[in-house]
């Protein structure tokens, strides 16, 4: 079968591969794969920033796909179940997190298309554990979006939460920030979606989807926004979905005192200047958030269940496997919001 291989470290050394179809064990489920997202990660991988120490690996951890082989220790899942699967493959079982199914944070954990072969590919293996049987009303294409999907409900309903009428900030325009404005949104707060004019076709997207404000902070003040919008106080939540220092440090004296600051963007430098005055004055607790676990599936399966997010204005191109460098060189162009790959 076809597989989109990263070969060795560096930059690119992403190859079309002829590669041997996996085989079902214990409590492993062969998924013949529908599509695969292209995630933010896999294009740091393709430009070689993430150095994963098992490589060759196949890429692909954001899909969905149909069941059709299962290993003998399988109870639940069924040949011909459409799945989508959690990233996780293997875990320690015995550390304090996988205790509490909180894999996300475990230290011997492999995830799918990082350490183990992921699923840019005709057939993928997971474990029964991270399988989901994706909901009747819900597309093969919607489902592919469950693992950024999972991260934000993580985000927004786990490591905080929402009350009806609360006004949420999210930094950043692209797919995450897109979901969490969408995640708050189905918790019953407005949001305000920033981002800056190169966001432009991402910010109109944000609108047609129904974000309450949307602001380009280089053309207009995002703080009179929201003192207007919070009568002076601020926003209750903020999430940044953007890594970026400059609109951190920006945003941090717009949070409500006693106000959540979640950091879902990952910094490119690990020691950054960040205003601690901010955290300190206002008292905020500034939270980090990583990846997602179980929980956060269920919550990502129910909301699409119950159509609370608009998968079908976010998958804005789909490629065929053979092309799956083109789809790499579209989404570093920048100019869509989901890319996926149809194996
Ligand atoms: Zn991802
Ligand atoms: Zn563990």
Redesign the pocket.
Known sequence: MLAAVKTKSGYDNLELLEVDEPKVYGDKVKIEVAFT?I????IHTFKGEYNSKNLPVTLG??FSGVVVEIGEDVKNIKVGDRVTSETTFETCNECIYCKSKDYNLCSSRKGIGTQVNGSMTKFVLSREESCHVIPNNVTLEAASLS??LA?CTHAVMEKTSIKEGDIVLVIGPGPIGLLTSQVAKANGAKVILSGITKDKQRLDLAKEIGIDIVVDTLQEDLAETIFRETKGYGVDKAFDCSGSIVAINSALPLVKKKGDFVQIGLFAEKYNLIDQESIIQRELRYIGCRSQKPSSWKLALDLLKREKIATDKMITKIFNIEDTRKAFETVMAGNEIKVLIKS
Request: hydrophobic content about 0%; glycine content about 20%.
């Open positions: 997202g995630c933010g990660s896999d951890h954001e693992e950024p991260c």
